[in-house]
C-alpha cells in the first residue's frame, strides 16, 4: 500500500447533478480544500445528461456548499475548478471528448494524470461507465485510476457478483474504492483503537466477560423521497447488509497483525466467514421485520410508510429489522450480537452497547438493590463518545451502591471540526488508501448472509404495519432478547424503551 499525503488528482463525478454530489461530495471536498489536505493541483469534472454550463455548475456547487457550511471563504477560487461535460454516459463516443477534458486539466493544474472516477449514479450504469473508461483509454495514464463505488452493490449475491464482475474487467481490486459511509465516522473507526489500545478492554473482548453486544441504528425521518428504491431494498439491505454488518465485524474481528488495508480486511473476512448461517426456518428465532404506521413525532402526525410516495399500499417491505446475530469463532461462541435498525423511529442514533457479565458473587447484594452489569456504550451519531457504567459508592454511611457513568465525548473537544464521513473517505480514496472501503469478498459474505433471510420473507406476507411512528420499533423484537434473558438498553435517556 503506497499511501500519498498530498493527493494531486482530477475528480470525475459520474452523476454530478445528482443530490449524492450535492449534499455531501461537493462540501466534503470543499473541507479538504479549506483544510489544505488537498492544494492547488485538482480538479472536479462533473458529468451529467443535463445542459449545464461551466458558470452553472459551479453556481451549484457554491449552493451546495452554502447551505452547508458556514461562513466558506475562498468559494470563488474553489469553485474555479470545477468543470461540467454533460453526456449520456451509455453513449461510448462521448468518452474521448472527456478524455480530452481530462488531458487539458493535467496539463492546467499540474497533475501527473492520476484521475479518481466517482460513480454518484446508479448502479446499473457502473459496468458500462467502467468499460467505456478502460476501453477509451481515460485510465491509461502515467499516473493511478481510482474506481469510487456508492452502494448499493447489488441487491443480492449473483446481482452483486454480476457487477463486481463487469467493474473488475477494467478495474483491478485494488484500485475499487467501495464506499460504506459508516466505514467513514470519526466513532466507527475508534471502535480499533478503543478495543487494541486500551490494556483494560482487550483481556475482556471475548465470550466470558462479554454477555452480549447491541448496535441500535434508528432514525427518525422516514423514507422521504426515496419510496421507489426502498421498495426494492427495505432496511435489510439498506442498512444491514452493509453498515451494521460492517460495525458486527469491527466489534468482533481479532486484532490485525499490523494496521494495513490487506490485514484488517482479512480479519473482517474471518468475521463474516464465522457468522453463522440462517436458514429459512430459522429466521423467525433470529430476525424481526417491522414497517412503520401513522403515529406521532414532536406532536406532528406522521403518515405510514404505505401511504408515502412511490410506495405500494400493501408493501411488503420491511423499514424496520432487528436480529440476533451469532459468531462461530472461539472468541465469541455463545454471545449474541443483537442489532436493529428502523426508520421513523423515536430518535436518530447509533450506538453500541457491550454487555459485560455479571460479577460471580454479588456481596452488595441487599433486598431491593441490584448491581447494574457494567456496560461499554461506543456513541456513534449524533453524540460521539464512550460511557463506561461501573458501579460505585453512595456517599454517605454504609455501604451502598450506585450505577455511575464516566464519560467522554468525542464532539464535544472537536466540536464542529469532527470531520464528515464522506470528506474522511474521499481523502482515503485521494490517498490510495482503502483500509476503510469494503473487499469484494467481505460484500459477497454479507449479501450471502442476509440472502437467506430475505429469500425466506419474500416468501411470507408480514402483517404490516407493525409499529408506530415515533416509537421504537415492533414489540417482537424486545422478545428476541427477552427469551434470552436480556433488554435492549436505551438509545438515549429520553426515549422509553
Ligand atoms: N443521495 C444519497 O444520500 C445517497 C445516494 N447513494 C447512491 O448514490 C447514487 C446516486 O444517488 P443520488 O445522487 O441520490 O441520485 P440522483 O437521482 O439524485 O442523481 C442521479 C444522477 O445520475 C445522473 N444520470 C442518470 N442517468 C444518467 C445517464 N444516462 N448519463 C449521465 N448521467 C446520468 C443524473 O444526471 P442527469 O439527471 O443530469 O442526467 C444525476 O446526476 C445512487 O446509486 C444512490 O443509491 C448512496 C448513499 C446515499
Ligand atoms: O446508507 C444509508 O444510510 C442512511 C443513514 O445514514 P446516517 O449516516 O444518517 O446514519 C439511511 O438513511 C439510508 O436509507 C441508507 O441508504
Redesign the pocket.
Known amino acids: 500500500m503506497n499511501i500519498e499525503h498530498n493527493p494531486k488528482a482530477v475528480i470525475v463525478i459520474?452523476?454530478?447533478?445528482?443530490?449524492?454530489?450535492k449534499?455531501?461530495l461537493f462540501p466534503s471536498i470543499y473541507r479538504l480544500f479549506q483544510n489544505k489536505k488537498i492544494g492547488r493541483e485538482f480538479s472536479v469534472v462533473g458529468?451529467?445528461?443535463?445542459a449545464w454550463t461551466n458558470d452553472f455548475f459551479r453556481e451549484n456547487v457554491k449552493e451546495s456548499i452554502e447551505s452547508s457550511i458556514h461562513a466558506p471563504e475562498a468559494l470563488e477560487e474553489f469553485s474555479s475548478h470545477f468543470y461540467y461535460h454533460?453526456?449520456?454516459?451509455?453513449n461510448p463516443s462521448s468518452y474521448l471528448e472527456l478524455k480530452d477534458v481530462l488531458h487539458n486539466l493535467d496539463q492546467k493544474y499540474d497533475i501527473p494524470g492520476n484521475r479518481m472516477f466517482y460513480l454518484?449514479?446508479?448502479?446499473e450504469?457502473f459496468g458500462t461507465i467502467a468499460s467505456n473508461l478502460k476501453k477509451e483509454g481515460l485510465t491509461d495514464t502515467q499516473g493511478w485510476s481510482r474506481l469510487v463505488i456508492?452502494?448499493?452493490f447489488g441487491h443480492d449475491l449473483p446481482s452483486a457478483e454480476q457487477l463486481n464482475n463487469e467493474i473488475r474487467e477494467a478495474f483491478s481490486e485494488d484500485q475499487i474504492y467501495r464506499?460504506d459511509?459508516y466505514l467513514g465516522k470519526e466513532m466507527v473507526q475508534n471502535i480499533e483503537v478503543i478495543r487494541f489500545a486500551n490494556a483494560i478492554f482487550e483481556p475482556l473482548w471475548n465470550s466470558r466477560f462479554i454477555s452480549n453486544i447491541q448496535i441500535t441504528s434508528s432514525e427518525s425521518l422516514g423514507v422521504e423521497d426515496r419510496g421507489r428504491?426502498y421498495e426494492k431494498s427495505g432496511a435489510l439491505r439498506d442498512m444491514v447488509q452493509n453498515h451494521l454488518i460492517q460495525m458486527v465485524a469491527l466489534l468482533a474481528m481479532e486484532p490485525p497483525i499490523k494496521l494495513t488495508t490487506n490485514e484488517i480486511r482479512s480479519e473482517k473476512v474471518k468475521v463474516l466467514r464465522a457468522l453463522r448461517s440462517i436458514s429459512g426456518g430459522e429466521v423467525n428465532d433470529f430476525f424481526v421485520r417491522g414497517q412503520y404506521g401513522t403515529g406521532q413525532m414532536n406532536g406532528k402526525e406522521l403518515p405510514g410508510y404505505r401511504e408515502e410516495n412511490n410506495v405500494d399500499d400493501i408493501s411488503n417491505t420491511e423499514t424496520y429489522v432487528a436480529g440476533k446475530l451469532m459468531i462461530d469463532n472461539f472468541r465469541w461462541a455463545g454471545v449474541p450480537f443483537y442489532i436493529r435498525t428502523g426508520k421513523r423511529m423515536a430518535a436518530k442514533s447509533t450506538k453500541i452497547v457491550v454487555q459485560f457479565k455479571d460479577i460471580p458473587m454479588n456481596l452488595y447484594y441487599r433486598d431491593g438493590e441490584n448491581l447494574d452489569p457494567n456496560l461499554l456504550v461506543i456513541h456513534i451519531q449524533p453524540d460521539e463518545g464512550i460511557t463506561l457504567h461501573l458501579n460505585a459508592k453512595k456517599s454517605g454511611g454504609g455501604i451502598f451502591t450506585q450505577p455511575i457513568k464516566m464519560d467522554y465525548c468525542n464532539n464535544c473537544i472537536d466540536g464542529i471540526n469532527t470531520p464528515e464521513a464522506y470528506e474522511k473517505l474521499i481523502y482515503d480514496s485521494l490517498c490510495g488508501d482503502a483500509t476503510n472501503f469494503t473487499h469484494w469478498d467481505e460484500v459477497a459474505l454479507s449479501w450471502s448472509f442476509v440472502d437467506s433471510i430475505s429469500e425466506y420473507w419474500q416468501t411470507q406476507i408480514a402483517d404490516f404495519p407493525n409499529y408506530a411512528s415515533g416509537s421504537m420499533g415492533p414489540k417482537a423484537a424486545d422478545m428476541l432478547l427477552e427469551k434470552d434473558g436480556f433488554h435492549w438498553w436505551p438509545i438515549t435517556d429520553i426515549v422509553e424503551e
Open positions: 459520474f452523476g454530478a447533478t445528482g443530490d449524492l454530489a449534499r455531501k458529468v451529467g445528461r443535463r454533460p453526456f449520456d454516459v451509455t454518484a449514479m446508479a448502479p450504469f456508492e452502494k448499493p464506499i459511509h428504491y
